[in-house]
């Protein structure tokens, strides 16, 4: 960028458009939406730029490098001549000069009330400042009419400055749905299983701020066989607080197996994947309420801007009891719920879905003054399947009860991630029921494996033989161990007891995993029940029942 620049450049660019980063939030909506409106067009110059004043501003130079994008100095603006400045941060100080200036929302219209960087007192999130109204240059892109007339209330100056152009993260969300499965699938979420995503917005009265230890809590009480639990949490905590924080504040809930998703990007197939939401008064709480899912409301900020969507969702959203049963209230919510509980609120907040590219696209060509490209309006694309985080759970505590009726012996199993044991006073433990440690391998807290009275080996053996030397030399190196567990073949596994018998357990459907084969064993240890060429059948929340073979065989040479 700049005077001679077209000495240096490969392509023949007639208008230059400038991008102005200045959070990740901002950006990250920037370079979503870009793409599909500049598809192939070889007449627009795009440059990023990056103002640095905001306090949320680390990690967006990052995300721009990661992104590919050339970034020119702040400082340098002033000496160019764009012909439109582009962004989603309502906060940049542009310089001087005549080419438009076009902001897109970063979140859902303007439904919170911020600090002010350049006063004191709070400021109506996403309304650009009455300086660059009175410029003539901005305008401002709304997803509702209703918007625009909160917007004119708040700030008058903004008269005949705005634009509908709709919401294409919106569309985007309610456009991946045919792709649901394959979040999933990546997310290594099993069909079986509900998955529970929370999301929170930033700030002291925000569901994290307000209720910091609910991550943990949620996954003690939600039986991780039957429950994945995933966190959704705004760029600026990322941004304020750092990954090394939030990860050391959370490092327990992680390796309960939270699946906590990255800054950016990932959160939105991970909300497509989602089949209950639990939420606060953020935006990503009003994507997912409004595309149709469950929704428990477990925070709402005094922050929140009265007579927006946000404010009408909250009105008839079931509010979660955060010292209540949280089994329970998931469960409750999602079988009451129908995909149009929220039909209203999405019309209050999001106009004439499915068409916010080509009207985003339409404007911005419009403002560079270029006739659209011949091509096809632009549509929402569906989402692209994100990498998964990683969150093995390594251990847990296991709540088993054998049950006999008519012959047949069932054990009815329940686990939940040792690493957050502590958060479990609301959950009740069955009659007659037998608890147990059970460790993975893979467990790094050695406290954990000399005190479990079950373990099991991460990777199945290769052939019998090594499985029978591994449990043997487990049981020798951990004495408080009960029996140690390997699989040697999909849905089966060897167990070892104390005494040196060895059980073969045999799944005769898919919850053949170690970890579920030796819980049986041990329950029906503890019960009594003869371990040699017996059927049981294995009930995991009362939603998958198959039955599991035991048989003797040769017992464990002596070391």
């Known amino acids: 960028m700049g005077v001679d620049a077209h000495r240096w450049s490969t392509f023949p660019g007639e208008r230059t458009l400038v991008v102005a980063a200045r959070t990740v939030t901002s950006t990250v909506r920037v370079l979503e939406t870009l793409p599909s409106l500049l598809r192939g067009d070889h007449r627009v110059t795009v440059v990023f730029t990056y103002d640095s004043t905001s306090a949320f501003n680390a990690g967006v130079l990052e995300l721009l490098h990661d992104a590919g994008c050339r970034v020119m100095p702040w400082e340098q603006l002033e000496s160019i001549t764009p012909d439109l400045i582009l962004s989603a941060s309502e906060n940049i100080e542009v310089p001087e000069g005549d080419c438009p200036v076009l902001v897109l929302p970063h979140g859902v219209g303007f439904q919170k009330f911020v600090p002010d960087s350049r006063s004191p007192g709070e400021r109506l999130s996403g309304a650009v400042a009455d300086s660059l109204l009175e410029t003539g240059r901005a305008w401002l892109a709304v997803s509702h009419p209703a918007q625009e007339e909160q917007l004119l209330a708040a700030h008058p100056k903004a008269a005949g400055r705005t634009l509908l152009v709709g919401d294409p993260c919106f569309d985007e969300l309610v456009g991946s749905r045919p792709r649901r499965d394959a979040y999933r699938e990546a997310l290594g979420v099993a069909e079986h299983q509900r998955l529970v995503m929370v999301s929170s917005t930033w700030g002291p009265t925000s569901l994290l701020g307000h209720l910091p ?33 939030i990860r ?48 428990l409301l477990a925070a709402f900020g005094g922050d929140a801007v009265p007579g927006t969507a946000v404010h009408a969702l909250a009105a008839v959203a079931p509010r979660l009891d955060p010292r209540g049963d949280l089994l329970r209230q998931v469960d409750d919510v999602v079988c009451g719920h129908t995909t149009q509980r929220y039909a209203r609120v999405a019309e209050q907040a999001f106009a004439e879905p499915g068409h916010a590219l080509a009207r985003l696209r339409a404007v911005l060509y419009r403002l560079l003054k270029l006739p659209e490209p011949a091509s096809l309006p632009p549509s929402a694309l569906m989402l692209p399947v994100a990498d998964p985080p990683v969150s093995p759970v390594a251990s847990w505590q296991v709540t088993t009860v054998v ?53 099991v080996r991460s990777r199945r053996a290769a052939t019998p033989v090594e499985a029978l030397r591994w449990i043997r030399e487990t049981l020798a190196e951990l004495p ?63 939603v998958r029942d198959e039955d599991v073979v035991l048989r003797l065989r040769p017992a464990l040479p002596a070391g």
């Open 213 to 245: 230890d609910l991550l943990p809590r949620l996954l003690a009480q939600l039986p991780c066989d039957e429950y994945r639990v995933g966190a959704i949490i705004h760029p600026n905590v990322w941004s304020a607080h750092g990954a090394w924080q």
């Open 248 to 295: 050391t504040l959370y490092s327990a809930a992680l390796d309960a197996g939270l699946l906590l998703m990255p800054a950016v990007h990932a959160w939105r197939p991970a909300l497509v994947a989602a089949d209950v939401l639990v939420g606060d008064h953020g935006s990503v709480t009003l994507y997912g309420a409004s595309s149709g899912m469950p929704l």
């Open 403 to 455: 049950a006999e009726e008519g012959g047949e012996v069932s054990v009815s199993l329940s686990r939940f991630p040792a690493a957050v044991c502590g958060f479990d006073e609301a959950r009740p433990v069955p009659p007659g029921s037998f608890t147990h440690l059970a460790c993975t391998t893979e467990e790094r807290d050695r406290r954990l494996a000399e005190s479990a009275s079950v373990l």
């Open 480 to 542: 408080g161990s009960l029996l140690a567990a390997s699989a040697v073949r999909q849905g089966v596994c060897l167990v070892g007891l104390r005494d040196g018998r060895v059980v073969e357990a045999a799944a005769t459907g898919p919850a053949g995993g170690p970890g579920l084969l030796a819980a049986v064993v041990y329950a029906c240890l503890r019960a009594g029940h003869p371990l040699d060429s017996s059927r049981v059948m294995l009930r995991v929340g009362g």
